[in-house]
């Protein structure tokens, strides 16, 4: 169950990102971790240059909560999720000044039980 409710919440923001964009996804110390990074194609002189890594960490407790939840508040959880994440992808500024060949920085995204149980910015 835990592996489906991680797919789904992949599937569920990957259209959030650009098309090309590297998104993988495991369970890190019972926490759900998405990793996203993509090709910036915007340095001729390093073509495979890559954007800054994004960790949205989705710690156990709001993974347990989401859980417990009826479909309806499940569904408000997801508009929840995906507004957040939207929102810090827009002040995201995936571009680094490291060569191809030094580490990228990351940036990390945590995603708690209250973020999860707010309520949607339309309602």
């Known amino acids: 169950m835990a592996e489906d409710i991680l797919d789904y919440w992949v599937r569920l923001i990957k259209t959030i990102f650009p098309e090309n964009a590297w998104i ?3 369970f890190f110390n019972n926490d759900c971790l998405i990793q996203i990074d993509w090709k910036l194609k915007n340095d ?15 710690k156990e407790g ?3 909560n989401y859980l417990d939840k009826n479909k309806k508040d499940r569904e408000l959880s ?3 999720l995906k507004e957040f994440i939207y929102e810090r992808y827009n002040h995201f ?4 000044d490291i060569c191809t060949t030094h ?3 990351k940036e990390k ?4 039980r209250e973020v999860l ?7």
């Open 24 to 26: 993988t996804s495991c």
């Open 44 to 58: 001729p002189r390093h073509p495979t240059k890559r954007s800054k890594k994004i960790e949205i960490i989705i």
């Open 62 to 64: 709001a993974i347990e």
């Open 78 to 80: 997801d508009i929840m």
């Open 93 to 96: 500024s995936p571009d680094n």
């Open 103 to 105: 580490y990228v920085p």
């Open 109 to 112: 995204w945590l995603i708690s």
């Open 117 to 123: 149980n707010y309520k949607p910015s339309f309602c």
